[in-house]
């Protein structure tokens, strides 16, 4: 959709369709692209620019605060600026909304992560927005941006793994009744807590097989790396960098790097363990495939003396027994998967069913809320076992096939 906003209202992630007025008093040469630099944003905020039409199906659109939804050249008197008002939106409603900032957080990241290879400086002030924009997602609905980031390719996991874990923290956090600008800074220490691996040689990150042990330790010194880092930059917290240097600790003494028990560990790096190793148990890796998220919950809770446990049954009442994208089995014999949550009870989600296990045939789709059906949950399913190919397609609406759905 194209829509004219302000010069004012341009922020990075739009996708540029045309600029208002002279192509001579602005520096642009392309009238049409992705906004995804910083210094265009500012070349352009500082042009003589009458208006800017954005294509909202590319990029990003303006926030629900500005919005400023014009039918033709922009015209002050005609604009009307809505209230900001945050609503629980329906999965399916905010999943496009989720995927722009995705596409917008992985361009954000991807810079990020190169500025810092480059030994360029960082400016973490620029990562406020995309934590805003985070947020106001997992606000809208909580489940449709931190499902999809679970979606990642092999190949873009370092990057898309801190957007995921920032919304994981944020839902967290809003869990735990944290104050908004904790929940704010829980979603800053997802953004970069996995910072050091910028510290770690590719060839060893994106490893296709398993680490030597050498490798293995060269991968556990980028907590350590990480906070050398975030040290040397303005405008972190404490909390942030603590998060980054202590991720990696388990509360019966025995992580990484300095084997801090229980309650050596503060409130945030606990949050920042779950959220961690839940998203990376969950992605798909260069070496194996990512679990399936029910299956991925029941064993984390099995792991005695990993994660703190008030923590955790937080993190479990947040994303469900049963996550969006669980593959399951009713009573009635039907299997589907999981796209929805109740938010009254975490054993009754919504489900698309898909398969029977009775008669081993596809049967029609059907979406079911447990809440309101006879039928139950009666176990997990392995996809793998049942050699079902489509089940993130299937909750998502996304084609398998794009080498990422964040580009
Ligand atoms: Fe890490």
């Not at 642009?28 to 620019?49: E, G, I, P, T, Y």
């Not at 003494?253 to 998203?279: H, N």
């Not at 039907?334 to 489900?351: D, F, T």
């Not at 049967?363 to 006879?374: G, K, T, Y």
Request: glycine content about 6%; aromatic content about 8%; hydrophobic content about 40%.
């Amino acid at each position: 959709m194209l829509r004219c906003i302000l010069l004012s209202q341009v922020r990075l992630g739009m996708h540029i369709h045309k600029l208002e007025g002279s192509w001579l008093e602005h520096a642009f040469w392309k009238s049409s692209f992705l906004l995804n630099r910083r210094d265009d944003l500012q070349r352009l905020l500082a042009s003589r620019v009458q208006g800017v039409w954005i294509d909202t199906l590319k990029g990003c659109d303006v926030g629900p605060v500005d919005t400023m939804c014009l039918e033709g050249p922009v015209k002050k008197s005609v604009a009307s600026k809505r209230k900001a008002v945050s609503t629980r939106k329906d999965m399916q409603g905010e999943m496009a909304r989720a995927l722009k900032v995705c596409a917008f957080a992985k361009h954000s990241i991807t810079e990020m992560f190169s500025d810092l290879r480059m030994g360029r400086a960082f400016e973490p002030t620029h990562l406020t927005q995309l934590v805003g924009d985070i947020s106001e997602s997992v606000l809208r609905h909580p489940h449709a941006l931190i499902s999809l980031a679970r979606l990642k390719k092999a190949n873009e996991y370092t990057y898309m793994h801190s957007v995921a874990v920032s919304g994981l923290m944020i839902a967290l956090a809003r869990q735990l009744d944290l104050s908004p600008a904790l929940v704010q800074e829980a979603g800053m220490a997802g953004l970069l807590h996995d910072v050091g691996k910028m510290a770690i040689p590719e060839t060893i990150l994106s490893k296709p097989a398993a680490l030597t042990a050498a490798e293995f330790e060269t991968i556990r010194s980028h907590p350590v790396k990480g906070a050398e880092i975030l040290r040397t930059c303005p405008h972190i917290s404490e909390r942030v960098l603590d998060v980054c240097l202590h991720h990696h600790e388990k509360c019966d003494g025995s992580g990484y790097p300095y084997g801090l028990i229980q309650e050596q560990i503060s409130l945030f790096a606990k949050m920042g363990a779950v959220c961690d190793v839940y998203d990376a148990i969950t992605s798909h890796r260069p070496y194996k495939q990512g679990w399936n998220p029910a299956d991925a919950i029941q064993k984390m809770a099995e792991w005695k003396g990993h994660f703190d446990a008030r923590v955790f049954q937080a993190f479990v009442r947040c994303v469900g027994i049963y996550p969006v994208g669980a593959l399951v089995r009713l009573k009635s014999g039907r299997i589907g998967v999981v796209i929805e949550q109740n938010e009254k009870s975490l054993l009754k989600p919504v489900v698309k069913v898909f398969f029977s296990a009775r008669s081993r045939l596809p049967i029609v789709q059907e979406v079911l809320n447990l809440a309101e059906q006879p039928d139950t949950i009666v176990g997990r399913e392995s996809a793998n076992e049942w050699g079902f190919k489509n089940i993130d397609e299937l909750w998502s609406g996304l084609a398998q096939t794009p080498s990422s759905y964040f580009d």
